[in-house]
């Protein structure tokens, strides 16, 4: 592909970029005067004041009374006002597919979730199924469902709406979830990696809302990440955006199934614990992990090790927090080259709170260049429940709001 540079927009793009600005920066800072819009979006008053009153006429916006002032006239507040338009968020994870529909605040208001074999047909016609039920079961009107977001495990194309083959996951390889879908309902569909959705989520409703730059990672059958820079999701040039997992932190460690040497995934997803807890318990003295797991640890589970590890059992907490520190060795990698101003530890390892973050923290603070590991805060993740399926729903809904022009064609 050619070199592409900066380019221009011609006046109609700006009037669009204009609206996609000042409707992003109002919902996450809601509620907010005109004169803080402005200042937030660089806008003139001029432009700030027109482009309000069209959403306010379009009902997208609405006066929410008299913020505070110091000295001078308290300003008016604006809000968003979701007057009954709704979004779908699907996530599809190797245990449940998660349906859900929420309104344009992101409030949840219908949730529907099946275990991942469930069929009514091929994979995509039961997801279509599923989100017809909710639609349906929720008594929405049809017309007021606006956009549908969809979060899968990778790998998979954000532009074309593809899910190539994740592992484990045969029933939804290679399959144009995002057409297929589009199709059935006749409505914008955004189809995202279930990280980069995870990441959006603790931008719009967790931990990162007091952030412009993080790095979100979690641990579960693989290791997930989701970079947010300037306050957006950052996809990358093809789409892969952020694999924190497939970095290495070893380069004479073992081959990973990406092609890379020594990925951060080998020695911090879940399997990757159970397996160390495996070859430890064979050497160590008992551990509360065979009342959980059974002989051998047989049925151990990522849940099972933080369940013992919280209760204080030595092997668990070995386990995890030597694998924390290798989410610390490849934090450090990232947080050199991107310097973010926070850490957000996810899914499932933020259970465990300081456990878990002090040793990621440790590592950091000892091999970051000392500028870049003084700056972040190492946090844990707070999106709020149903936690798998909201990071699809906030994908939609940022899908909207950056293209204003379908939002407002379609309220
Ligand atoms: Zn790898």
């Not at 000295?71 to 449940?96: H, K, Q």
């Not at 979690?218 to 957006?232: A, K, M, P, T, Y």
Request: charged letters at 15%.
């Amino acid at each position: 592909m050619p070199p592409t540079y900066p380019r221009g927009a011609n006046l109609e793009q700006v009037k669009w970029q204009n609206r996609a600005v000042v409707l992003e920066t109002l919902w996450r800072f809601q509620p907010l005067s005109r004169k803080d819009l402005a200042e937030r979006t660089h806008l003139t008053a001029a432009t700030l004041t027109n482009i309000v009153s069209e959403l306010i006429a379009a009902g997208l916006v609405h006066e929410v009374g008299l913020g505070e002032q110091l000295l001078g006239r308290r300003p008016m507040m604006l809000s968003f006002a979701p007057e009954g338009y709704m979004l779908i968020g699907a996530n599809l994870s190797r245990t449940e597919l998660s349906i859900a529909l929420f309104d344009l605040l992101l409030r949840v208001h219908y949730v529907l979730i099946r275990p991942i074999n469930f069929r009514v047909g091929s994979a995509a016609e039961t997801l279509i199924h599923l989100i017809g039920q909710v639609i349906t079961l929720s008594k929405v009107e049809p017309a007021r469902v606006l956009a549908i977001g969809i979060s899968s495990p990778g790998p998979l194309s954000v532009e074309q709406g593809v899910i190539y083959a994740p592992p484990q996951f045969s029933d939804w390889s290679n399959l144009p979830l995002g057409r297929l879908v589009e199709q059935a309902f006749n409505l914008p569909v955004w189809l995202e990696n279930d990280a980069n959705a995870n990441a959006l989520a603790e931008l719009w409703l967790g931990a990162g809302r007091a952030y412009n730059s993080f790095i979100y990672v979690e641990s579960h059958s693989g290791v997930g990440s989701g970079i947010i820079l300037d306050g957006r999701l950052y996809a990358g040039s093809a789409g892969v955006g952020s694999e924190l997992g497939h970095t290495s932190i070893d380069r004479h460690g073992p081959r990973c199934p990406c092609g890379n040497y020594g990925c951060l995934e080998l020695y911090a997803s879940g399997p990757a614990m159970i397996e160390r807890a495996r070859t430890l318990y064979h050497n160590e003295e008992p551990t509360r992990l065979i009342h959980l797991a059974g002989p051998n640890l047989r049925d151990l589970t990522l849940d099972h090790l933080i369940d013992a590890a919280l209760e204080g059992d030595s092997l668990a907490l070995h386990v995890i927090q030597d694998a924390c520190r290798s989410l610390g060795a490849g934090l450090v990698n990232a947080i050199n080259l991107l310097d973010p101003e926070a850490v957000i530890v996810g899914h499932k390892l933020n259970r465990l709170g300081e456990l878990a973050l002090a040793p990621i923290r440790d590592v950091i603070q000892q091999q970051a260049i000392p500028q870049a590991a003084a700056r972040p805060n190492i946090l844990v993740s707070q999106r709020p429940e149903p936690v798998a399926v909201t990071g699809a729903a906030c994908r939609a809904l940022s899908g909207l709001l950056h293209r204003p022009d379908l939002l407002l064609r379609s309220i």
